[in-house]
């Protein structure tokens, strides 16, 4: 493969990639359904047309009928007056008359079997179209559901990702606050045992007579508690 026909397979392939997205199903299936409505629409006027042509024809057809009754009546009158001349030129006019009402019955005919194929076919399209617009309202709600649910189960996701680091920052705060207070517990043993200086307030002689205070309070506990048992 050419550079430029895999240069032309990147485009088509992005550029459908960029259609997919932006392409809404149920504006084409809209859209679709009015180009067949139009369809339909015009085959309705053709069918109005061809009816049309028909009735006029039918109306031309029933005027050639009064003039061949008139000349008819012309032909039968001059033979009674006794001119045969006047009769035949009459009747020359009936038959050419009846060539044209001929003529109209059959454009009659035609028009009229063009009518009924017209009509049958607005039936089939118009039960079509009908048909289409049901399944069209249907994928439609499908559609329209099923988006619905992508956008619900994105925002679930994007909540539960969310959680997920929330739940990852309060176990790292949990893991600071456990080890500060181990820390805490172990300099409180240091200080207690002496190995550090405790330098947040008094100084080792404060100590060491506070130590001395609370022994002198036991010695007398103890003394009291001996006196009161020799007694």
Not at 101 to 107: F, H, R, T, V
């Amino acid at each position: 493969m050419g550079l430029l026909d895999r240069m032309g397979t990147v485009v088509k392939a992005k550029m459908n990639k960029i259609m997919d997205k932006i392409e809404d199903p149920r504006e084409t299936l809209d859209y679709s359904y009015e180009k067949q409505l139009e369809l339909l629409q015009n085959v309705k006027r053709g069918v109005a047309e061809v009816t049309t042509s028909k009735k006029r024809l039918e109306l031309q057809k029933a005027r050639l009928q009064v003039s061949i009754d008139k000349v008819d009546g012309q032909a039968k009158e001059a033979m009674k007056s006794g001119r045969e001349d006047l009769a035949r030129m009459a009747l020359e006019r009936k038959v050419a008359l009846q060539a044209q009402a001929e003529s109209l019955d059959q454009q009659i005919v035609d028009l009229n079997n063009e009518q009924q194929k017209l009509m049958a076919a607005e039936s089939r399209l118009a039960t079509k179209v009908e048909s289409f617009r049901a399944k069209k309202e249907t994928i439609k709600a499908q559609y329209s559901a099923a988006e619905a649910q992508v956008k619900v189960t994105e925002s679930v996701t994007g909540i539960s990702e969310e959680m997920a680091d929330i739940g990852m920052a309060i176990e790292r705060a949990e893991d600071k606050t456990e080890n500060m207070k181990a820390r805490s517990a172990a300099l409180d043993e240091l200080l207690e045992s002496g190995v550090l200086e405790d330098y947040s307030g008094g100084d080792q002689v404060e100590k060491e007579l506070a130590k001395i205070k609370a022994k002198g309070t036991v010695d007398e506990e103890l003394s009291r508690l001996k006196a009161e048992v020799g007694k």
